[in-house]
């Protein structure tokens, strides 16, 4: 079994990560943070009695195998340089580096001491129904992939969030954040090992100097993607956001309501499949949350079955460098 430490819950994103790795078998030790952060609450009450701890406390701890990050986001490049030259391996929140210089360094690092940078890119790793769209896309069911367009609105939730949310320095701009979901779904739908960004945009829509619109435009092997990523899901919708992919192929169509469904079927994970013959809804809701599983295994035997272990440096790259192409 491995164990895991956990050092900073500032995005409740920490919920899940930790939660999906206790799940796949691992198990949780200790857990630091940097004051009371308005996660604190549903952090505890999810993981009661898992002891608090300094973080210099858990990187001295040599049980630990796996090392995760969800701080402040322009911490986290730091923290996971420090996690692994201590020995650990990590799992950091999106976005996991906010510069190319943060970024050369952690990368720098695993290379020097063997251990797995890993970031939770949870719209694809944490959505059951992106399980059931890989397997169709493999199975050849929409032929080649041509072209891709991801959206991610999120709600604003304005009076929740903490000071670092609204300050570019610390939260890397709407690309480099949440548009890195984005770009790793490019990659993967494309199978492909890169991208070149096209054209990038942000603007400040309703709020000067806050980001809330972002939009790329990317090609990556033979396939085409469009992004657009924003701020402005209304209160309305019973979720935070109404995320979809749409996936353009030689011989079909492929749809995925990730989190609800506007149309009004219950619940998430909607996969809407076109092709030559027929239209199928397919429920995606029971498949399998693989990333997890498998970062267990890596963790364990040094292999790299979640994702090619250059895929977050890569993502991680091209989000930036959309985010200053934008800027």
Known sequence: MIRIGVIGIDHRHIYTMAGHLVDAGAALVAWATEGEPNTLPGWVERFPGTPRRDADAILRDASLDLVLLAGVPSERAAMAVRAMEAGHDVLSDKPGALTGAELDRVRATAERTGRIWSVDFSERFETPGSTLAARLVVEGRIGEVLHLTSLGPHRLNAATR???????????????????????????????????????????????????????????????????????TPGGLPTWGDGRLFLTGTAGTLELRKYVD??????????????????ARLDGADEPLPFFAALVHDVRHRTETAHPRARPYEVTRLALAAQEMAT
């Open 162 to 232: 903490p000071g670092w949310f609204w300050d570019r320095r610390r939260n890397g701009g709407i690309l480099a954040d949440i548009g890195s979901h984005q770009i790793e779904q490019a990659l993967f739908y494309a199978g492909a090992d890169t991208a070149e960004i096209l054209h990038a945009e942000t603007a400040c829509l309703t709020r000067p100097g806050f980001e809330d619109y972002g939009l790329v435009s990317l090609r990556a092997g033979g396939m085409r993607a469009v992004i657009r990523v924003d701020w402005h």
């Open 262 to 279: 506007p149309g009004g079927r219950p619940g998430g994970d909607h996969v809407i499949l076109v092709d030559g013959e027929t239209v």
